[in-house]
């Protein structure tokens, strides 16, 4: 009895090493499929109690041709995404730009492509003057926009001067377009891009003459009312402001706009419209991209994508005080999300790439929380929240996506 009791003991140690061998390849085995994307640690940090702390629900992956962070402009709603239309199997040596945009359902893996209509004409959508802070609206352009070398900021030049560019708004949720104006170019030498107020209700798009003044329009949704404000703009005898990117602070008062510095680096100026005299303030420079908070007075930048950078990094800058503290030293992709209370950002950890997120305020960004690590990822051209801050849009190199479901 003794015997068979030892034995019996033996027998059961043997089955539960076995077993818990076989869990352990199955769990390695299983690890390394995962290389590329793993969840990271989570992290023990206190969070603003008013906003909920996100926990990723899910993850979606899928691809786009090329590598240029261009092909996808971001969410419109919640779960559509503008792009650039894909090419078909017999369209290879096609411009991808004159395949005009559309609205991209990565769910359905479906497409459908923007149509702009008037009293005139009828016209593919085939460039994107900016999506609105809430994603619920677009600034499209009915003719395709030529693209200095270099540069990220459409411009239509005078060759075209026997077409008349039109300028629309597109909006998600009624599935509908119309046109704001058409861009009269007869004595107009270029058009320096389009933008939105940090609240949304307004767009601004700005007009250079022939002799450097530029026409800045905002255009207000709810009244329907454009109001132009015409300023001279010089840096110096020789030297004549390269204007890109304007965007309007929520009040109305000051427009904001980069200026070509070299070679893809670009100086942030911002004109005050309540002054008599109106003239160009500059805020920072070696400024890659920007977005103005809702409160208008501090901007979030990044600086460090082209080489003749001295600084690095994303940055959170005080438009009064011109301080300036850096967030990350990452300086790729991030965004604000519609209500101005997050962001979401790139961050360079070891050998891969968090997806974080943030609590954003004056002081900077507090309680930040990875969602997603990406491992072996050089970089993350860019990431987009949707309407709602249920997903995040991250693009990765080699025409990789993803989209990271977020519950709260």
């Known amino acids: 009895m003794k015997y068979q009791r030892t034995i019996a003991l033996i027998v059961i140690i043997l089955l539960t090493t076995t077993i818990g061998v076989m869990l352990y390849f199955k769990v390695s085995s299983m690890s390394q499929g995962l290389k590329t994307l793993t969840l990271p640690p989570k992290e023990d940090q206190y969070w603003n109690p008013n906003l909920a702390k996100p926990r990723v629900k899910g993850i979606k992956e899928f691809k786009t041709s090329g590598d240029i962070y261009g092909y996808i402009y971001g969410y419109l709603g919640k779960n559509k995404i503008l792009i650039h239309t894909p090419k078909e199997e017999d369209q290879v040596d096609v411009f991808v730009m004159e395949l005009g945009l559309s609205i991209y359902d990565p769910y359905n893996d479906s497409y459908e492509k923007l149509i702009l209509e008037d009293n005139e004409k009828t016209s593919l959508a085939y460039s994107c003057g900016g999506i609105s802070p809430d994603k619920s609206k677009a600034i499209l352009l009915d003719e395709i926009v030529s693209i200095e070398f270099g540069k990220r900021e459409p411009k239509l030049y005078k060759q ?21 104006t058409d861009l009269l170019l007869e004595n107009t030498r270029v058009f320096r891009g389009s933008g939105w107020s940090d609240d949304g209700r307004c767009i601004i798009y700005c007009l250079e003459k022939e002799d450097s003044t530029f026409d800045f329009f905002i255009y207000d949704i709810a009244k329907e009312t454009t109001t132009k404000h015409t300023i001279q703009l010089t840096l110096s005898e020789d030297d004549y402001f390269d204007i890109r990117e304007p965007r309007l602070s929520g009040d109305g008062r000051y427009i904001f706009f980069l200026e070509d510095k070299f070679q893809g680096t670009y100086n942030l100026y911002k004109i005050d419209l309540n002054k008599e005299k109106l003239e160009a303030e500059l805020l920072a420079d070696y400024v890659d991209s920007y977005q103005v908070l809702r409160e208008g007075r501090n901007v979030v930048f990044n600086s460090g994508i082209y080489i003749f950078s001295p600084i690095k990094g994303l940055f959170l800058l005080d438009t009064e005080t011109k301080d300036k503290k850096l967030l990350s030293e990452n300086y790729f992709g991030y965004d604000i999300s519609p209500d101005g209370k997050r962001i979401v950002y790139s961050h360079t950890y070891e050998d891969s790439i968090d997806i974080r997120v943030a609590t954003l305020c ?35 190199s080699g025409g990789k996506n993803y989209i990271i479901e977020l519950e709260y």
């Open 362 to 396: 004056s002081e900077g960004i507090k309680d930040s929380t990875s969602i997603y690590r990406l491992v072996n990822e050089p970089y993350i051209w860019r990431v987009n929240w949707n309407y709602d801050c249920t997903n995040v849009l991250a693009k990765a």
């Open 160 to 180: 075209n001067l026997d077409i008349n560019y039109g300028l629309y708004i597109y909006d998600i949720v009624k599935e509908s377009n119309y046109k704001i």
